[in-house]
């Protein structure tokens, strides 16, 4: 593993592009075939299933360590990371042997077949084998979280490199559900056939953020339709069997029962990209009723009486079998509605509507209604422009509404972890009851690392209170928060709950007294809610 | 009355009327080393070992009244006497033993265990109380042996040579970066330094202390006048004009939240070097314990976490606040 783990180190420490892809592509010419399917799967989100529970490795790492359960957790909480945690605490290696990367997780796998005493004797003989940075890479795959700094998009372009192979087609190559036990490099890479697998899903394209359209040209050129609020999925209908992929890459298709029904009536062949909305009586229903079918695997019969779904369609991607991405957006458009005409209207499935405009200012005024439709802002997209693959620029833009904001007083602050332990990035923000501070919201994001450095040093000095890791500061500084949406929460004391807070700008403008009020936030509940 | 007390100034001797690290104005202060956050300006008088005297002056201005005493002597202060030991932690640092009607205290400041090469060694003071730095008191940190460092750097620094591209290497003005250019092996190529670092190279070589040969970085001084070089600069001078000179630079950065990756991740160099002039865990252990002390209090860095271990192992701990930074994350010394 010491080639992986050389490689992981220099991926992981530089900040530079051009140097992960180098040291990506030098890795997948030159190492073992096998370790370079599993690199390509961890890297890609692909992992060993896990065959030891967190808790166990915490009690066990904690006992090599001797070091009291308390203190361990401490020192988790400020590392952020289990696997990291672990590598630091232990004693260094009483015997080093190296094996490959696939080794090791043949290993795991075999490990998962035994019993507890003989899981717990392999993973100590294994710490006790490994160097640090070899043992922190041997935990990630224990825990399962190989979450590093390498993006689909830069493993793709490393492939490219050292495949000779075009990026968009390797990127369609790695879609999709395979695993390194269940292909082979040949099979993968080598192979000319990206749709051989029948569930296979297109590289979705995303569009890029857009403040003032006006400078895209002709009016005529350009599609407009909402930028729907609830799940960007592609469907997928080959050989009678359907499909329905996140753009994470969530397999989700016993998420959504309903939309089997979807098989019923498209041709064999089709593979549609759209948004999942909870969907009554022609109307889209807010993400708040969508949000309750997120992250369950199946659905109780009452959430599918309240909050029924169907496929908002924005594009068809293939069509009677074949790829038809580079066809102009408008002749894809043609093919999406006559294939969707053909559906009855009981069938869970409509056309994303145009949004009509001949000037950006009549655009404009459809902008600021998106609220009312319960959509997300609006998307614009060239009529000539093919169906890419990532986050391009140029074809397809995203016009969001302007964000929800109230000024809110910081009340308390908590340290972050990871990258950021040891800054005070957590904050607990509160408006005014009367003359009362009332907390409602946290944010984590939106300030630069220097301002969360001075708010850390400012925190440090003005501290009235600490509860275990949170402090509890002088009111003081307000902030102006920036939300998508916002809900009734019982849950909550100010009876309100947001969707995406974060810290739009630190008003230092701003005086204690002018902070909004618990009644401006119900306003913007009745409103928006 | 205890010996020493902890006070909205700094640490207080009553015995004695005079204050060890203070951060306000107090007519006497006994300062343990001359970092900024133990070292402050405007005091009535200082008191420090002859080797911290010089960069203190330095810093503090030829103004500041700076008493010196050698480590090991012992002077009388009112009813207290005084004595000041190695800590390890820069050229002249000390921890300050105070004794009074045969009980003895000793304020540590910032302190490491392990000899870098460059600061007088630590020494354990025998003590019933001890107030002790936690700046890395958590089992996570546990510093690279000098010799694997030294390896490292100079791997990282003749490969950079070798690609043509200059090494830039962050660290503290006062001690880090000195002990790192003892550490690296000057052979490799040129060693160039900030203004801020050849300042304290000047005190600290008039003193007497043995450093390499170094270039000022100056306006006429670039990648192309000094191949190969590696250029110490404090952490936050390097994206200041003269990085300019020296593109496609590789950069480190060498502290001892290097250890964690999400600050390596944050700080976003190419590079991070384990090093610190903090004890790492095994360090504050060890130190606690060579002291045979009681009663511990933890001033600063992971207190609530390090005191907390100490009572489990039978001593007496207990936090308290003081204005010490230790070694802040985001590079102020």
Redesign the interface.
């Known amino acids: 593993m010491k080639q992986f783990a050389a490689l992981f180190a220099r991926v992981d420490e530089s900040t530079k592009t051009t140097v992960k892809v180098a040291a990506l592509a030098a890795y997948l010419s030159h190492a073992p075939v096998d370790d370079r399917l599993w690199a390509i799967g961890l890297f890609t989100g692909r992992r060993p299933k896990r065959a030891i529970t967190t808790t166990k490795l915490r009690v066990w790492a904690a006992e090599v360590a001797g070091l009291q359960d308390w203190l361990f957790d401490e020192s988790y909480h400020v590392v952020g990371d289990l696997a990291e945690t672990i590598s630091l605490v232990l004693p260094p290696p009483a015997d080093v042997v190296e094996h490959s990367l696939t080794h090791w997780i043949l290993w795991l796998k075999h490990l998962g077949t035994l019993d507890e005493d003989a899981r717990k004797a392999g993973i100590l003989a294994a710490w006790d084998s490994l160097e640090p940075d070899q043992r922190f890479l041997f935990n990630k795959l224990l825990t399962g979280g190989f979450r590093v700094g390498v993006s689909a998009k830069l493993m793709t372009r490393a492939l490219a490199k050292s495949t000779g192979q075009d990026e968009a087609t390797l990127t369609h190559k790695l879609m999709g559900k395979w695993t390194p036990d269940t292909t082979t490099w040949a099979a993968l890479i080598e192979a000319n056939d990206p749709t051989a697998d029948l569930s296979r899903p297109y590289p979705f394209y995303l569009a890029h953020g857009v403040d003032d359209p006006t400078d895209l040209g002709a009016p005529a050129d350009w599609h407009a339709e909402r930028k729907w609020d609830g799940i960007r999925g592609q469907y997928i209908l080959r050989s009678g069997t359907h499909h329905l992929w996140s753009r994470g890459e969530d397999l989700m298709t016993d998420r959504f029962p309903e939309l089997s029904a979807l098989a019923d009536y498209l041709p064999d062949g089709t593979v549609i990209d759209g948004e999942i909305l909870a969907f009554t009586d022609e109307t889209p229903l807010s993400f708040n009723a969508l949000q309750k079918r997120i992250g369950r695997k199946t659905v109780p019969k009452k959430i599918l009486a309240e909050a029924p779904v169907i496929l908002m369609a924005y594009d068809v991607l293939e069509h009677q079998g074949h790829d038809i991405r580079q066809q102009p957006f408008d002749a894809r458009r043609t093919i999406l509605r006559d294939l969707l005409g053909r559906v009855p209207t009981t069938a869970p499935i409509r056309l994303s509507p145009e949004v009509p405009f001949g000037d950006w200012d009549t655009l404009r005024t459809a902008r600021a209604q998106s609220r009312a439709h319960n959509a997300e802002g609006l998307m614009i997209k060239r009529r000539a422009s093919p169906y890419l693959a990532g986050r391009k620029r140029g074809d397809w833009w995203k016009w969001k509404v302007d964000p929800l904001t109230v000024d809110a007083v910081l009340i308390y602050a908590q340290a972050g972890h990871g990258r950021r332990a040891n800054l005070f990035t957590d904050y607990t923000f509160a408006v005014w009851d009367g003359d009362v501070l009332t907390p409602f919201t946290k944010a984590y994001s939106g300030l630069t690392d220097a301002e969360f450095g001075q708010v850390t040093a400012w925190v440090r000095k003005n501290t009235t209170q600490k509860f275990g890791p949170v402090r509890q500061v002088t009111p003081h500084h307000v902030f102006e928060i920036a939300f998508e949406g916002i809900q009734a929460s019982p849950r909550h004391k100010s009876g309100v709950a947001l969707r995406f807070p974060r810290m739009l700008r630190w008003r230092k403008d701003k005086p204690l007294s002018e902070a909004n009020t618990l009644a401006d936030l119900r306003d913007l509940l009745d409103m928006y809610g | 009355m205890p010996v020493l007390g902890f006070t909205d100034r700094g640490i207080y001797c009553a015995a004695g009327d005079f204050y060890i690290d203070p951060w306000l104005p107090v007519p006497r202060a006994l300062i343990t080393h001359g970092h900024a956050d133990h070292a402050y300006p405007d005091m009535g008088s200082y008191l420090a070992t002859t080797a911290a005297a010089p960069v203190m002056q330095h810093r503090l201005g030829a103004d500041a009244r700076i008493d010196t005493m050698n480590y090991g002597e012992t002077r009388q202060i009112g009813d207290a006497t005084v004595s000041f030991y190695p800590a390890g932690h820069v050229p002249g640092s000390a921890q300050i033993r105070v004794c009074v009607n045969g009980e003895i205290w000793v304020a540590s400041g910032d302190y490491k265990t392990v000899d870098d090469g460059l600061s007088e060694p630590f020494e354990p003071v025998t003590c019933h109380a001890f107030i002790t730095e936690s700046t890395f008191g958590?089992?996570?940190?546990?510093w690279t042996a000098q010799d694997v460092l030294a390896q490292e750097l100079n791997t990282w620094w003749a490969a950079n040579v070798a690609a043509g591209r200059p090494s830039v290497l962050g660290a503290y003005a006062l001690g880090k970066a000195q002990r790192l250019m003892r550490t690296v092996n000057p052979d490799i190529g040129p060693i160039l330094t900030v203004t801020a670092i050849e300042n304290t190279n000047q005190v600290l070589r008039t003193q007497g202390i043995t450093l390499p040969d170094t270039v000022r970085i100056t306006e006429d001084v670039s990648a192309k006048t000094h191949p190969g070089a590696l250029i110490i600069a404090t952490p936050g001078s390097t994206s200041q004009h003269w990085a300019r000179r020296f593109p496609q630079a590789s950069s480190a950065f060498a502290s001892g939240?290097m250890?964690?990756?999400?600050?390596?991740?944050?700080r976003?160099?190419?590079?991070?070097f384990i090093v610190s002039d903090h004890a790492d865990w095994d360090g504050l252990n060890m130190a606690v314990k060579a002291t045979g002390a009681e009663r511990v209090f933890v001033t600063h860095g992971?207190t609530a976490?390090f005191a907390?271990?100490l009572c489990?192992q039978g001593y007496d701990a207990q936090v308290v606040a003081t204005n010490y930074a230790g070694d802040d994350?985001?590079g102020a010394e």
Not at chain 2, 138 to 142: A, D, E, N, S
Not at chain 2, 259 to 266: F, L, Q, T
Not at chain 2, 268 to 272: E, K, L, S, V
């Open positions: 958590l089992p996570v940190f546990r939240w250890a964690m990756r999400g600050v390596r991740r944050r976003g160099a190419d590079r991070g992971y976490q907390r271990h489990d994350v985001e």
